[in-house]
Protein backbone atom coordinates (compact mmCIF):
# COMPACT_ATOMS: atom_id res chain seq x y z
CA UNK A 1 0.00 0.00 0.00
CA UNK A 2 1.35 3.43 -0.89
CA UNK A 3 -1.09 6.13 0.36
CA UNK A 4 0.47 9.12 -0.99
CA UNK A 5 0.16 7.31 -4.71
CA UNK A 6 -3.96 6.04 -3.89
CA UNK A 7 -2.17 2.45 -4.78
CA UNK A 8 -4.24 0.38 -1.91
CA UNK A 9 -4.36 -2.77 -3.40
CA UNK A 10 -0.84 -4.69 -2.57
CA UNK A 11 -2.35 -8.72 -3.31
CA UNK A 12 -5.64 -10.16 -5.00
CA UNK A 13 -6.05 -13.10 -2.72
CA UNK A 14 -9.64 -14.43 -4.76
CA UNK A 15 -11.56 -13.41 -7.71
CA UNK A 16 -14.45 -16.00 -7.79
CA UNK A 17 -17.28 -15.03 -10.31
CA UNK A 18 -18.66 -11.89 -8.57
CA UNK A 19 -16.73 -11.42 -5.28
CA UNK A 20 -13.08 -10.22 -5.02
CA UNK A 21 -10.85 -10.77 -1.75
CA UNK A 22 -7.74 -8.35 -1.74
CA UNK A 23 -4.79 -7.52 1.07
CA UNK A 24 -3.26 -5.05 1.87
CA UNK A 25 -0.60 -3.34 4.78
CA UNK A 26 -0.61 0.12 6.30
CA UNK A 27 2.73 1.12 5.66
CA UNK A 28 4.30 2.27 8.74
CA UNK A 29 5.19 5.37 7.80
CA UNK A 30 3.60 8.14 5.47
CA UNK A 31 3.23 11.27 4.67
CA UNK A 32 -0.57 11.45 4.96
CA UNK A 33 0.64 10.64 9.10
CA UNK A 34 2.36 14.08 9.40
CA UNK A 35 -1.52 15.70 9.18
CA UNK A 36 -3.78 13.13 10.22
CA UNK A 37 -3.01 13.23 13.60
CA UNK A 38 0.34 14.16 14.57
CA UNK A 39 1.21 11.80 17.57
CA UNK A 40 -2.04 10.01 16.54
CA UNK A 41 -1.56 8.19 12.91
CA UNK A 42 -4.62 7.38 11.59
CA UNK A 43 -5.62 6.08 7.92
CA UNK A 44 -7.69 8.53 7.02
CA UNK A 45 -11.69 7.22 6.01
CA UNK A 46 -11.68 8.43 2.37
CA UNK A 47 -8.52 6.38 2.24
CA UNK A 48 -10.82 3.57 3.09
CA UNK A 49 -13.12 5.02 0.78
CA UNK A 50 -10.61 4.48 -2.01
CA UNK A 51 -9.57 1.02 -0.97
CA UNK A 52 -12.82 -0.28 -1.24
CA UNK A 53 -13.28 1.29 -4.49
CA UNK A 54 -10.48 -0.11 -5.74
CA UNK A 55 -11.24 -3.56 -5.03
CA UNK A 56 -14.00 -3.04 -6.84
CA UNK A 57 -12.51 -1.90 -9.51
CA UNK A 58 -10.49 -4.51 -9.64
CA UNK A 59 -13.43 -7.03 -9.29
CA UNK A 60 -14.69 -5.07 -12.55
CA UNK A 61 -11.58 -5.39 -14.68
CA UNK A 62 -11.42 -8.79 -13.67
CA UNK A 63 -14.61 -9.71 -14.93
CA UNK A 64 -14.82 -7.95 -17.94
CA UNK A 65 -11.30 -9.07 -19.40
CA UNK A 66 -10.02 -5.02 -19.38
CA UNK A 67 -13.16 -4.38 -21.70
CA UNK A 68 -14.12 -0.97 -20.64
CA UNK A 69 -12.56 1.05 -17.18
CA UNK A 70 -14.40 1.24 -13.95
CA UNK A 71 -14.50 4.76 -12.43
CA UNK A 72 -15.67 5.56 -9.31
CA UNK A 73 -19.40 7.37 -9.95
CA UNK A 74 -20.65 7.22 -6.12
CA UNK A 75 -20.54 6.16 -2.47
CA UNK A 76 -23.56 5.87 -0.41
CA UNK A 77 -24.03 4.13 3.28
CA UNK A 78 -20.40 4.47 4.26
CA UNK A 79 -19.73 3.60 7.45
CA UNK A 80 -16.56 3.71 9.21
CA UNK A 81 -16.55 0.90 12.33
CA UNK A 82 -13.33 1.31 13.89
CA UNK A 83 -10.29 2.99 13.70
CA UNK A 84 -6.64 1.76 11.42
CA UNK A 85 -3.00 3.13 12.20
CA UNK A 86 0.43 2.18 10.77
CA UNK A 87 1.16 -1.46 9.80
CA UNK A 88 -2.06 -2.44 10.04
CA UNK A 89 -3.30 -5.64 7.69
CA UNK A 90 -6.30 -4.20 5.71
CA UNK A 91 -8.29 -7.39 4.22
CA UNK A 92 -10.92 -6.28 1.25
CA UNK A 93 -13.86 -7.97 0.40
CA UNK A 94 -16.16 -6.33 -2.72
CA UNK A 95 -19.19 -7.92 -4.13
CA UNK A 96 -20.93 -7.57 -7.32
CA UNK A 97 -24.97 -6.85 -6.05
CA UNK A 98 -26.00 -4.90 -9.65
CA UNK A 99 -24.81 -4.81 -13.05
CA UNK A 100 -26.19 -3.52 -15.75
CA UNK A 101 -26.15 -0.58 -18.69
CA UNK A 102 -22.60 0.23 -17.93
CA UNK A 103 -23.31 0.58 -14.14
CA UNK A 104 -21.81 -1.76 -11.62
CA UNK A 105 -23.21 -1.70 -7.70
CA UNK A 106 -21.05 -3.39 -4.98
CA UNK A 107 -21.23 -4.35 -1.59
CA UNK A 108 -17.52 -3.85 -0.25
CA UNK A 109 -16.09 -4.16 3.32
CA UNK A 110 -12.58 -3.30 5.18
CA UNK A 111 -11.83 -5.80 8.10
CA UNK A 112 -8.35 -5.69 9.84
CA UNK A 113 -7.11 -8.25 12.59
CA UNK A 114 -10.75 -9.43 12.35
CA UNK A 115 -12.54 -6.07 13.39
CA UNK A 116 -15.22 -4.67 10.38
CA UNK A 117 -13.35 -1.44 10.04
CA UNK A 118 -15.71 0.15 7.32
CA UNK A 119 -17.87 -0.51 4.73
CA UNK A 120 -20.46 0.79 1.79
CA UNK A 121 -22.22 0.74 -1.73
CA UNK A 122 -20.19 1.92 -4.22
CA UNK A 123 -21.25 2.36 -7.65
CA UNK A 124 -18.60 2.47 -10.25
CA UNK A 125 -19.49 2.86 -14.41
CA UNK A 126 -17.73 1.24 -16.86
CA UNK A 127 -16.22 3.02 -19.64
CA UNK A 128 -13.52 2.76 -22.98
CA UNK A 129 -10.16 3.36 -22.00
CA UNK A 130 -9.77 7.01 -22.71
CA UNK A 131 -6.08 6.68 -23.41
CA UNK A 132 -3.15 3.88 -23.87
CA UNK A 133 -1.10 4.85 -21.27
CA UNK A 134 -3.77 5.11 -18.49
CA UNK A 135 -4.69 0.87 -20.30
CA UNK A 136 -1.12 0.36 -20.25
CA UNK A 137 -0.43 0.88 -16.75
CA UNK A 138 -3.58 -0.71 -15.35
CA UNK A 139 -2.65 -3.62 -16.71
CA UNK A 140 0.92 -3.32 -15.29
CA UNK A 141 -0.70 -2.67 -11.74
CA UNK A 142 -2.60 -5.88 -12.42
CA UNK A 143 0.46 -8.15 -12.65
CA UNK A 144 1.96 -6.62 -9.59
CA UNK A 145 -1.26 -7.46 -8.07
CA UNK A 146 -2.07 -10.45 -8.83
CA UNK A 147 -5.41 -10.42 -10.87
CA UNK A 148 -6.01 -13.51 -12.46
CA UNK A 149 -5.63 -14.31 -16.45
CA UNK A 150 -2.72 -11.26 -16.00
CA UNK A 151 0.50 -13.41 -14.77
CA UNK A 152 3.76 -11.90 -16.03
Excluded at 108 to 129: H, N, Q, T
Aim: hydrophobic share 45%; charged share 20%.
Amino acid sequence: MRLEYFQMIDRIVSLDGDTIQVESRVPEASPVFEGHFPGHPLVPGVLLVETMAQASGWLILGRNGFAQMPFLMSVKEAKFRNFVGPDAPLDVTSKVTHDGSGFTVCEARVMSGGKRIADAEILLRSMPFPHPDLEAAMRANAVRIGLPGHAA
